[in-house]
DNA sequence: CTTATTGCAAACGTTTTGCACGTTT
DNA sequence: AAACGTGCAAAACGTTTGCAATAAG
């Protein structure tokens, strides 16, 4: 999903929600949002981890600081996660519209769509059922295109 | 869901597909499957585990084989699967029609439901996107009825 | 100078694996 | 007898936590 807002903007915000809950503007931060932000896509904490370490060499970094900066960014609506089972998570910047998944089991690949029967329906349902939705995912696994042309 | 096909006809399909595939009819597979059949409902591995123990405590049972034998029953599509990120997967009868999930992240209850429109509209994404289906999930995570009703 | 944040390593919970022993065919 | 399955314990995996050192406000 391509992104509207400007990183300017993102990381305005961001220290504003910094400020906000009396947390601190630190490099380490700037760098797991940024990476998100620049490489458009759904990365796992590790190739997170990975990213910055190649980009920014001299950047002192642990895996621990991905994965509590990743919650907040989660928390605070600025990246979504879309889970893989025991296999863990993949995070996307999420500043976006909601969207759903096609995963693609072959390559790995991850294609978003969004419809809007789809979601009318869900609503529906939890009419139906008397149920307050928080959140809700739907992944479509198989084969992509580009693999089935392969062969 | 409630089960329409009798116990003795799933034990003799199971027992037929091991012999397919050169696999041995042992206790403890013969076990797992009818302690997923009698206790309808959603269950770890680690619950499953417990239930046999609890219900057949003269059998020998390791948790390795429960993983391995889920693993087998699920890719037979004897059980299904539903995951909770780090903290697991839950197993479930599956010879019955699909169905997608209602989740309570307060109760932890899982209701099923399952909708035409939504699958129909899948087959119609995967069309536009030239995606060759496997499977498919979806789950609606918030609070159900019961808990909304108490506060 | 106070408070939050960090990296590290150890701990965690779930799942998988290697292996010698048992069971099924 | 041959082949597969088992339990056990150890390893693996992604993730979280405690803590002393460090950086931000």
């Known amino acids: 999903m391509t ?3 400007s990183y300017d ?4 915000n961001f220290k504003k929600l910094l400020k906000s809950k009396n947390l ?3 490099t380490q931060r700037e760098l797991i949002l940024k990476i998100i932000y620049d490489n458009n896509g759904h990365f796992t904490p590790e190739e997170i981890y990975a990213l910055i370490k190649e980009s920014y060499p001299k950047v002192k970094l642990g895996i621990a600081t991905v994965y509590r900066t990743l919650t907040l960014l989660e928390d605070a609506n600025i990246v979504t996660s879309i889970s893989f089972g025991t296999q863990g998570k993949k995070y996307e ?4 519209h909601h969207h ?3 995963v693609c089991l072959k390559c790995g690949k991850i294609e978003e769509f969004y419809d809007d029967l789809i979601e009318k329906q869900q609503e529906e349902i939890t009419k139906k059922f008397n149920f307050k939705m928080s959140d809700h995912v739907m992944k479509i696994m198989g084969t992509c295109s580009a693999c089935l042309a392969k062969g």
């Open 3 to 5: 992104n509207t807002i």
């Open 9 to 12: 903007e993102i990381l305005e």
């Open 24 to 26: 601190k503007y630190t």
């Open 93 to 96: 910047f999420g500043i976006t």
């Open 100 to 102: 759903d998944h096609l």
